[in-house]
């Protein structure tokens, strides 16, 4: 089968939406299918795959390290043509979303739409002086996804959200998967790991809290660093590790300092996805304040990491992290806190959560999501050829009127 992914987002860039692609990609690929990636031009892109095709594309206005495409172009259409394409995978509502319509339309080729980003909660970052309002994603959402053949959900939260909105096309539940061997421990040395936190100042005997993600408003974590303070108070050589970058790094950066924390937070920067699964061997604990997720990978690699997971009561989440069994949850700051300290202070109790934190992602397989996603679309490539062999046998039972 030749397939089509069409994406706002892919390498270089880390996030849980890049993850997912990345897997559904390799995945398709092993089961023999051709795959090719249309996705934006990226300043510090370096891939000369000759399956992914850059669209030109500007900084997005409202928010300064995202990008949008230069979405249409006849030569653009013509090329995609030629590769005779199957299906359609789009993986953004915005300019390659439009992009991917535009030309499932005028192809005829069905088109399956993955929801992967609850708009509800990122409004903030385009209202600066227009006034957004969660409706407004709403209807939008509502608008993208009844225009597509299916829809892909990462969770019933998801799927519950969309049908909420008026969703009406097919939906389909399927967990995003995980390649467990870059996050494996013993995928690493106890040399490996040293030598990491000695790049970043980390003490090796240091308890430490991680964050791995995109530093932005929705994030949550200036909600950890309000907690912080009591759990240094309590062991005084905590530290809390976050990996990644966003337009909220500065704001934090400012909050460690009103916060006195400089000696007990680290900010890591943005990571190399290839080395990525190296920066989870840093914690004894992860953490998360979101509750704008839609599935939470970081969560499950982190757990495939061994990675205890301290998280927010979200919906989200439920059947993934498990209060006293392969994690902890909270709402409070004190609860917060007080997670993160028993973890931390208690070896024994952190040890055992952490071998059920593993067996728990077991079913989170990527080749298992591989295979849920192509039943799924060869699902809706037969329910639209039987919606044309109807069409055609109904137009040949319309007899012409005969002419006086």
């Known amino acids: 089968m030749n397939i089509g992914i069409f994406t706002d987002t892919y390498l270089p860039q880390i996030n849980g939406v890049v993850s997912s692609i990345v897997t559904l990609e390799e ?6 299918h051709n795959v090719y990636i249309f996705t934006i031009s990226h300043p510090q892109a370096d891939d000369n795959k000759s399956y992914v095709y850059r669209i030109p594309s500007l900084p997005f206005v409202f928010l300064k390290d995202h990008r949008v495409g230069i979405i249409y172009s006849q030569k653009l259409v013509n090329r995609v043509k ?5 299906i359609i995978l789009s993986q953004t509502e915005f300019s390659l979303g439009f992009l991917a319509k535009l030309i499932s339309k005028k192809l005829d080729v069905p088109m399956v739409h993955t929801y992967h980003t609850m708009y509800e909660e990122y409004m903030h970052y385009i209202s600066k002086g227009v006034e957004f309002s969660p409706e407004l994603a709403r209807k939008y959402s509502k608008m993208f996804c009844n225009s597509v053949d299916g829809i892909v959900a990462p969770t019933q939260k998801t799927k519950d959200l969309l049908l909420s909105y008026g969703v009406k096309k097919p939906i389909e539940v399927i967990p995003t998967g995980i390649n467990f061997a870059p996050f494996s421990p013993s995928r ?3 040399e490996d790991i040293r030598t990491l936190k000695e790049q970043y100042h980390l003490p090796q005997d240091a308890p430490t809290v991680l964050f791995v993600g995109r530093i932005a408003k929705e994030k949550s974590i200036d909600f950890v660093l309000d907690a912080f303070p009591e759990v240094v108070r309590h062991i005084p050589k905590a530290k809390f590790f976050i990996v990644g970058d966003g337009p909220e790094t500065s704001n934090l950066k400012e909050q460690v300092r ?6 007990s937070v680290i900010f890591a920067g943005l990571q190399p996805w290839a080395t990525i699964g190296k920066f989870y061997q840093l914690g004894d604990v992860f953490v998360s304040a979101s509750v704008s997720e839609t599935q939470g990978l970081t969560f499950a690699e982190a757990m495939a990491a061994g990675l205890p997971v301290v998280a927010k009561h979200d919906e989200s989440i439920e059947a993934l992290v498990q209060d ?10 004190e609860e917060l806190s007080k997670a993160l300290i028993d973890l931390l202070e208690d070896e024994r109790y952190r040890k055992t959560l952490s071998v059920h934190a593993m067996s728990s992602v077991a079913p989170l397989s990527d080749e298992i999501f591989g295979q849920n996603a192509m039943a799924y679309y060869e699902r809706i490539l037969a329910a639209k050829q039987e919606a044309k062999n109807q069409a055609k046998a109904k137009k040949h039972l319309i007899k012409p009127k005969k002419q006086k």
Do not use: A
């Open 27 to 32: 995945q398709l690929k092993k089961q023999g």
């Open 82 to 86: 030629k590769l005779k394409l199957d």
């Open 188 to 190: 690493y040395t106890q």
């Open 258 to 263: 009103e916060l006195q924390l400089e000696d």
């Open 324 to 333: 006293d069994y392969n994690g902890r949850k909270f709402i409070t700051k």
